[in-house]
């Protein structure tokens, strides 16, 4: 069974850092493209970056371009998003998950963990 | 970016019922489409991928369709346990979803 645990979330000042993880098994972590999608209190869902399998490709949507880091540890099966300077537009759900093969769809999602950003 | 923009908002019907949800792309994505079911505190479940696949262990009742720039999500003889948001995404490009249907029992 495919499984995605996120940790790390909580709450954290405009200007500071977190960093997200996403434990993953069930399935060859490494074969999978990864990525991390956040959902605004009652609002929609926003992409945020993808990782490539091997970790050799990053992507990001612009407004997080420059503060956060997306990377994974493919030995450790773990997923992470390093995220700096802080705004509180981040403050959001962020879900961990996994890319269809070869797809930009995502097929598998984790519980999600909340980041909220304020003084 | 391409903008999904999805409708209606927000829906109600009743038991039995067959819901239809639309999206609309701000440029040809090609079948590249998929719909997330998001039930009340839980994380998004994959639904329908390439426009009118049905992801694994889906109940037949859902299905989609469309082409180019308009899909729609079709939920016959709607459950109770149908009660959900629900998200269309393109990825034809960097992924983009539409803002969601919250749909509710008449």
């Known amino acids: ?119 | 970016d391409i903008q999904m923009t999805q409708s209606p908002a927000s829906l109600s019907a009743s038991l039995g019922e067959t819901v239809t949800i639309e999206c609309r792309a701000s440029e040809d994505i090609y079948n590249g489409l998929a719909w997330y079911q998001q039930k009340p505190g839980k994380s998004p479940q994959l639904l329908i991928y390439n426009a009118n696949s049905l992801h694994t262990g889906v109940p037949s009742r859902f299905s989609g369709s469309g082409s180019g720039t308009q899909y729609s999500l079709k939920i016959n003889s709607l459950q109770s346990e149908d009660v959900a948001s629900y998200f269309c995404q393109q990825y034809y490009d960097y992924p983009t979803f539409g803002g969601g249907t919250k749909l509710e029992l008449k």
């Open chain 1, 1 to 119: 069974e495919v499984q995605l645990v996120e940790s790390g979330g909580g709450l954290v000042q405009p200007g500071r850092s977190m960093k997200l993880s996403c434990a993953a098994s069930g399935f060859t972590f490494n074969n999978y493209d990864m990525a991390w999608v956040c959902q605004a209190p009652k609002k929609g869902l926003e992409w945020v970056a993808t990782i490539s399998y091997d970790g050799s490709s990053t992507y990001y949507r612009d407004s997080v371009k420059g503060r956060f880091t997306i990377s994974r540890d493919n030995a450790k099966s773990t997923l992470y998003l390093q995220m700096d300077s802080l705004r509180s537009e981040d403050t959001a759900t962020y879900y961990c998950a996994r890319h269809r093969y070869l797809r930009n769809y995502f097929d598998y999602w984790g519980q999600g963990v909340m980041v909220t950003v304020s003084s």
